[in-house]
């Protein structure tokens, strides 16, 4: 397991946690929004992306 499976799936659980424990709401939204745009825009992703 590379460390980018690892922050992708505690960043799922923290998004899953904070989207259930409140009702769906617009912060929720951009919250999960900004988490796929930084796992999709980082540098780091091409990189653990090749390590696998």
Same mark, same amino acid.
């Given at each position: 397991?590379?460390?980018? %499976?690892?922050?992708?799936?505690?960043?799922?659980?923290?998004?899953?946690?904070?989207?259930?424990? %409140?009702?769906?709401?617009?912060?929720?939204?951009?919250?999960?929004?900004?988490?796929?745009?930084?796992?999709?825009?980082?540098?780091?992703?091409?990189?653990?992306? %090749?390590?696998?």
């Amino acid at each position: 397991m590379t460390l980018y %499976n690892l922050l992708k799936i505690v960043g799922g659980i923290g998004v899953g946690i904070m989207v259930f424990s %409140n009702d769906f709401s617009w912060g929720s939204f951009l919250a999960l929004a900004f988490l796929a745009l930084f796992y999709i825009g980082s540098p780091w992703y091409a990189y653990f992306k %090749n390590e696998e």
